[in-house]
């Protein structure tokens, strides 16, 4: 589907060379990595791996976000690593469907692994200036039971990136994605956008991320978010060991 996408934004210039003030931001962003993820414990132990999950919002074959979030898997800091989902075989929700089979075993894999991560990280397309509606059925189907929404969703740290053939870069799509996070009380990650414009121009024929300048993009948007999680992860209160 090709998206119809609006008007342009401050937040959209990823399709060019940083400027001398983007470099700058990397290297602050470097530096804040280093110190947080290089932190020990009260026990003097090195902190732990940072684990995050990601999928893409698109089931298409060749698709520019699937291919976004494998270069973001490669470019993760060092501490932290990216497994990523798959929305394929997660049907229409269907609340007969619930009632009597359950939930989706498609679904509940995305939703466990969500669950056991210390993250999220979203790549969205923007279909008809909004969120694809695949994308947003596999959120619907994740927050079954609502009870399990706390569990799940509840402070969790959430990053959106996006890739699009057009200008924009996916900037609605990733704008219609925050009161849907916000309502399932999900920490989004706001120290930076990635915006992929022209994604036909960055990607090779076989979704390499090419172009240079999007990859230090992605490099240091990765390090920022994953710094956010460190951070997240510190101020939460420890859980008590299973009995």
């Known amino acids: 589907m090709r998206a119809v996408e609006g008007c342009a934004s401050r937040d959209t210039q990823f399709r060019g060379a940083p400027g001398r003030g983007t470099d700058r931001v990397v290297r602050r962003r470097r530096s804040t990595i280093h110190g947080t993820l290089g932190h020990l ?12 999950i990601g999928f893409s919002g698109s089931l298409r074959q060749g698709s520019f976000n699937a291919s976004l979030l494998r270069a973001a898997a490669e470019l993760m800091p060092t501490g ?55 994308t947003k059925n596999a959120i619907d189907w994740m927050t079954r039971p609502a009870s399990d929404i706390p569990r799940v969703f509840g402070g969790k740290p959430v990053a959106l990136i996006g890739a699009s053939p057009g ?5 609605l799509g990733q704008n219609a994605w ?7 009380g999900a920490e989004l990650w706001s120290g930076a956008r990635l915006l992929v414009s022209r994604a ?44």
Do not use: W
């Not at 200008?167 to 900037?171: E, K, L, P």
């Open 178 to 184: 925050l009161p849907v996070f916000r309502t399932l």
């Open 80 to 134: 932290a690593e990216l497994a990523i989902g798959t929305l394929r075989g997660i049907p229409l929700y269907d609340a007969d469907v619930e009632a009597s089979e359950g939930i989706p075993a498609p679904a509940v894999a995305l939703k466990e692994g969500l669950a056991a991560a210390d993250g999220l990280l979203l790549a969205t397309p923007e279909y008809n200036n909004s969120i694809p509606g695949v």
């Open 41 to 52: 414990d009260s026990q003097g132990r090195s902190a732990a791996m940072i684990k995050l």
């Open 200 to 243: 036909s121009s960055v990607f090779a024929a076989d979704g390499r991320l090419e172009d240079p300048k999007v990859r230090e993009a992605l490099r240091g948007f990765l390090e920022g978010y994953v710094a956010f999680v460190a951070a997240s992860a510190r101020s939460r209160p420890s859980q008590p060991p299973a009995a």
């Open 167 to 171: 200008g924009f870069g996916t900037i």
